[in-house]
């Protein structure tokens, strides 16, 4: 039968990290900062002074699911436990093996463990109801009569790539086809084009090639708002930190598009299992006439279709007409609200629902 293992700090996530990261290899989650040290990571910048623990569900000696919580505040009055993630690409993920033992089992184990949390609310952002691990508990937490509320927060895109580029070129709309062709015809006019994708970075080489995209972003608008990585405090150094563990594993993608010698066009990324997942992206508003972003992707998935170890491209946010564009399939990003079992949790989440118009 499933036990319960709980975790309560860091340093025990830490000394765990080769179970957890075993674990986040055989889940259906992929992006890679779901792993031990890339959480660490993000719960240390984003979360110092919230308390961590880790609900994970053991059976025959393996560990079979995980769920990182972090210690907030609901509307900055009510706490509650969290999902260390936020808008910056990171953080934690429910991690869940559902073919190590019966789902039904596991589903029960972890609603029970939910039930014990001492918050009066369990507030969960970035929950992905399509995916197998996150469908099986919600529905475990229904069927424990745990009270909860999963409403959508926004749409993503994922684009399963397609390794005969010329078929996929075909299925854009005329448009579109029209624009690419007109803009990297314009591009090659001002200089000499150097698409270049960076996967086996050396530990010396992360820094500088980090700062050159960052530095991208910064002389876009999110640079003039004080927004950008390079002018926000401390955020640099946060994604250093997440891109050496990556590029240690073999897991970090920089892609930059450069004309006449110099970046126009840049994307930080994270590939696991097949899947890129597209983090941060910049470009140079000099040249926004000529959709720098949008060639960027034209040669990114170029490349990813001559690559038969390519499945897809997980865009991660907001669907915007920068996705769009490449006809995506699409997928809900939602919260769920979980009462764990106390009155005051069960008032808020009746009142949540009220105010959301339920």
């Not at 869940?96 to 972890?110: C, I, Y």
């Not at 960027?296 to 769009?324: I, M």
């Amino acid at each position: 039968m499933p036990r319960a293992v709980h975790l309560s700090s860091l340093a025990e996530l830490r000394t765990a990290s080769a179970a957890w990261d075993d674990l986040w290899r055989r889940s259906d989650a992929t992006l890679p900062t779901a792993r031990a040290e890339t959480l660490a990571a993000f719960v240390e910048h984003f979360g110092p002074r919230g308390r961590f623990r880790a609900l994970v569900i053991e059976e025959g000696g393996k560990w079979v699911a995980a769920m990182p919580l972090v210690e907030g505040r609901v509307a900055a009055v009510l706490p509650a436990g969290k999902l260390p993630s936020n808008e910056w690409p990171g953080g934690g993920d429910l991690l869940w093996d559902l073919a190590a033992a019966d789902p039904q089992d596991v589903g029960q184990a972890l609603a029970a463990e939910i039930r014990k949390l001492p918050w009066p609310l369990v507030w969960l952002e970035g929950v992905l109801p399509d995916r197998p691990s996150w469908r099986t508990l919600i529905a475990c937490l229904a069927e424990a009569g745990v009270p909860a509320d999963l409403r959508t927060r926004w749409r993503s895109g994922r684009l399963t790539i397609s390794h005969d580029w010329e078929a996929f070129r075909r299925s854009w709309s005329r448009a579109h086809r029209q624009r690419m062709a007109s803009r990297l015809r314009r591009l090659a006019e001002l200089g000499p084009v150097e698409f270049q994708l960076h996967g086996r970075l050396s530990p010396e080489e992360i820094e500088p090639c980090l700062r050159r995209g960052f530095e991208v972003e910064d002389h876009g608008w999110k640079g003039a708002a004080g927004t950008s990585v390079l002018r926000t405090p401390g955020m640099f150094d946060f994604f250093l930190r997440q891109s050496r563990w990556l590029a240690a594993w073999g897991q970090l993608e920089l892609a930059l598009l450069n004309c006449g010698g110099r970046p126009i066009a840049f994307c930080c990324g994270a590939s696991a299992k097949g899947v890129f997942h597209s983090c941060k992206i910049g470009y140079d508003p000099a040249c926004a006439d000529l959709s720098p972003g949008l060639l960027l992707q034209y040669h990114l998935l170029e490349r990813f279709a001559a690559d038969s170890q390519r499945t897809a491209v997980d865009y991660l946010g907001p669907l915007s007409e920068y996705h769009l564009h490449w006809r995506p399939d699409t997928y809900p990003v939602d919260r769920l609200a979980v009462a764990p079992g106390r009155s005051l949790g069960r008032l808020a989440l009746a009142g949540y629902r009220w105010w959301k118009g339920r």
